[in-house]
């Protein structure tokens, strides 16, 4: 049975991931105010069998649920995890560690945590991960909210042991979210143990497990964690396993290497930043009033601007707006580039025109940024009844190209290259283009989806099979369930005339979401290629009927619907 933990973090590395919490918690000590947490109940009762009810009293107060999102804070997945140390600051915050799988943080870029009380945080550090054992242990902070008259002073914990493996036809039980629904309990038996080369061997069970269950605890029948559910074989029944205690026990006492649960950064937040920080720097050159200006005279800079961004005194926001104007009228660059923020379509465009023309300063690759985005913009807006052209794609290249070469690393400007050689492509083979910069956008944001999407991209159209295969399975796995990422994967299959494939995509893609305002392109498309197998089908015929239902015959023409179909029927009877 588990014993209660000593006194402090067991762990070095645990003490240096707390470090973030050094400042409040240094001050709450002094006043007694910092408490340990303690082990669940499940970890310091006697080792005698319990009832399912109090297995479950026991643990699941230790067991969080995981919510992974991307970039866009777009839900992707959901798991679960254990806490099996933490430590509280006052009664509101806490930092704990968890255990959980590798696969469910594995294209996290942001990780919510849900307590089982309600309570919420986030993950802030990936502490130590073994793909191979699809362990995973995480750093979170957040909110933890002891009920009035509760006996327990900061979060609950589960310990885990190093013992032998339970013999087949042992009693377990899983506590995880399947399907979201938190703290979950399922119970079964062990079934049997699979080796896994050199790896411990997982633990066979009958407990269902569905998704969102991964993560979770696997307990004995007197309340001890076995291990932690990992994986299911959908085609086969009560065919769930769960990672061995040892193996856990492995990572969590191995060589630790923190890092961010993201390591990539974030192209929308990476752009805002950056036009932010313009703004600030310029504003707090400006000469303001007197009094604000005493305020802010001790200030470091990047003090000083935030001050000067947050207040909103008239007298402060009419100084900002006459130090603007005048800078601008005067032709300042970093003056022009913050008014044309605040401006639209043709000022604007005229007014970053005017700023490539100043001198340089330290925002000038923000400025031809700026000025690309700006083309774009005002493209669409004259497009009116006509499609892009290949003039209008090289007008926007040019100022990027620039912008690229004063700021090479700048994450916004390589996406939008990599997007425009991407519609570049419809005109003439850029694919070599789009590939370098397919390969940046990826060292600049290694987990960013659309990364490994332009650059498999441009492997399919270079021709290389297996390179674009491993680009979109890393794409899908960061952003999956994804109808548009599918349609560009089978779009990909038809440029290696993997029509096969392309098939088996394009009805993976709709499947998703039949009734999508992207399915009618995606019927049609896959009827063209049933069509160019010389699989003049029902299927094929189906697919166009559920196109043309649809707003496509807007821009075919109702009769090429009429056409093909007519065509397929006729194929079909073997008349020509």
């Known amino acids: ?61 230790a067991v969080v649920k995981l919510v992974v999102k991307d970039e866009d804070y777009r839900e992707i997945g959901q798991g679960s995890g254990f806490v099996v140390e933490a430590v509280s600051a006052g009664r509101e915050s806490v930092a704990a560690t968890l255990v959980t799988n590798y696969h469910v943080i594995r294209p996290a870029v942001h990780v919510h945590v849900v307590f089982a009380n309600g309570d919420t945080g986030s993950v802030s550090l990936v502490l130590a991960e073994d793909e191979s054992s699809d362990v995973a242990v995480l750093m979170a902070m957040g909110k933890w909210t002891v009920a ?46 699979r080796e896994r080369g050199e790896r411990a061997a997982w633990i066979q069970i009958t407990a269902p497990i569905s998704p969102g269950s991964s993560g979770g605890p696997l307990l004995s029948a007197d309340g001890t964690v076995l291990g932690m559910t990992t994986a299911t074989v959908r085609e086969g029944q009560n065919l769930n396993f769960a990672i061995p205690a040892s193996e856990m026990l492995r990572v969590l006492n191995g060589p630790k290497n923190p890092r961010e649960v993201w390591e990539g950064a974030s192209i929308r937040e990476t752009e805002a930043d950056a036009f932010k920080t313009a703004r600030l720097t310029f504003y707090a050159a400006c000469d303001l009033p007197k009094w604000l200006a005493e305020v802010c005279k001790d200030l470091p800079a990047s003090s000083r ?29 970093l003056a022009l580039l913050v008014k044309a923020r605040e401006l639209y379509s043709q000022k604007a465009y005229d007014m970053l025109r005017r700023a490539t023309e100043a001198k340089a300063g330290d925002f000038a690759h923000l400025v031809h940024f700026a000025l ?38 700048f994450a916004p400007t390589v996406y939008w290259l990599a997007s425009t050689y991407d519609t570049l492509d419809s005109f003439g083979n850029t694919a070599p283009e789009l590939l370098l910069e397919a390969n940046d956008l990826v060292r600049l944001m290694p987990r960013c989806y659309e990364a490994y999407r332009f650059r498999g991209t441009a492997w399919a159209e270079l021709g290389r099979a297996e390179a674009f295969e491993r680009d979109f399975a890393m794409a899908i796995q960061l952003r999956p369930n994804d109808q548009l990422l599918l349609w560009e994967k089978a779009r990909g299959y038809g440029m290696l005339k993997n029509d096969r494939r392309a098939v088996e995509t394009y009805k993976e893609a709709i499947e998703l979401d039949p009734d999508s305002g992207h399915s009618p392109m995606l019927y049609y498309n896959l009827a063209r290629i049933y069509q160019g197998l010389g699989d003049c089908s029902a299927d094929a015929i189906a697919a166009y009927e559920k196109s043309n239902l649809f707003i496509m015959g807007n821009l075919f023409g109702e009769g090429s619907f009429k056409y093909q179909i007519a065509r397929c029927r006729n194929q079909l009877k073997g008349r020509p």
């Open 372 to 409: 690309a985005r700006t083309i774009k913009k005002k493209i669409f807006a004259e497009l009116e009844n006509r499609s892009v052209s290949l003039k209008d794609l090289e007008r926007t290249l040019q100022p990027l190209k620039v912008a690229k070469d004063l700021k090479p690393d």
């Open 1 to 61: 049975m588990s014993q209660p933990t000593q006194a402090g973090p067991k762990h070095p590395w645990m003490r240096l991931a707390l470090c973030v919490l050094l400042v409040c918690v240094t001050a709450q000590r002094s006043a007694g105010q910092v408490t340990r947490s303690q082990p669940s109940e499940a970890t310091t009762e006697a080792s005698q069998p319990l009832t399912p009810d109090r297995v479950f009293a026991l643990a699941s107060p």
């Open 305 to 333: 601007k935030i001050v000067i961004d947050f207040i909103e005194d008239d007298d402060v926001q009419r100084a900002k707006e006459e130090c603007l104007n005048s800078k601008a009228r005067d032709g300042d660059q």
């Open 148 to 193: 009035l008259g509760s006996p327990a002073e900061s979060l609950p914990t589960l310990e885990i042991r190093n013992s032998e493996n339970p013999p087949v036809g042992a009693r377990v039980y899983v506590i995880g979210s399947p399907q979201g629904l938190a703290n979950t309990l399922s119970e079964g038996l062990v079934s049997g143990f």
